[in-house]
């Protein structure tokens, strides 16, 4: 786990959360905590076990996706030497090394239905078996598991054990994702670039010029937080300036003119297609609401200049290029729009 993480927010939502994970740490029943992938399922499997009666007792983490089906039942359980090929010695599971303490499951939705059938056992009578071997072991630990998957979904389609959902949902934390977390995203990314000017020897930290705070609330996020802070140290550590407000973002690290617009089972159509010239990117605002059209292409215009002087690093020459504008033309456009005066020229 990513103990560099801390939980940062202020959000009622996330809040929440976190208030029901440590209400829930002291209780000896597991706990499934449910989120899109980089809410901070682990950081919230860690809480639990650091506010627990355990915390002194390892914390074990298995990855459920990571290993195959057929490894992940010896994983769990452990073997005995001889239990299968290539089984040269006797091995201890993940339960056996989690013994008086927490064992986290990530990924628990892809779990087979035979590792179920034995997980149930185990949560059930506190007891596993090694592969291999005929007589049980018992076991003293606090299950605690994460998905992006719907389980009642999956139990209702025969994909998921129904009698295990219910011994493992005792309490059942949901995350939510970071586009809903009001107030969050601009905390978040201020805690991330103080981090990384940090780690960069910054004298100060410069914050982010209001278009590309503006550019930071706006996005979806799909990868929450976890793309959150990839974005932002991506920024900061491209910005050369440290005296100046961080000027551009990328949120796809993949963008780029020389990006391959092929490959060898592209249609020839296809191709073609990719080689046409871009089409203009949509206006974000909602169409329906805007009452003043000059008011409303301006603050796009506006926009634009910032967006593609921040990715020129204020250089005034690239951005015209770029922007298919003379340099007149766009020290003119500057000028209307009061952006003279925060270009390096």
Known sequence: MDREVQFIGQSGAFLDAVERASRAAPMRRPVLVIGERGTGKELIAERLHRLSTRWQEPLVTMNCAALPETLIEAELFGHEAGAFTGATRARVGRFEEADKGTLFLDELGTLSMGAQERLLRAVEYGEVTRIGASRPIRVDVRIVAATNEDLPRMAAQNRFRADLLDRLSFEVITLPPLRVREGDIAVLADYFGRRMAAELH???????????????????????????????????????????????????PFESPWKPATTPHTPVHAAAANDAPARPAPLRADLDDIADLRSAVEAHERAILEHHLGRNRYNQRQTAKALGLTYDQLRHCMKKHGLIERSAG
């Open 202 to 252: 910054w004298d100060a930290w410069p914050g982010f010029a209001p278009h590309v705070a503006d550019q930071l609330e706006r996005y979806a996020w799909p990868g929450n937080v976890r793309e959150l802070r990839n974005v932002i140290e991506r920024a900061v550590y491209r910005w050369d300036d440290p005296t100046v407000p961080i000027g551009h973002v990328q949120f796809d």
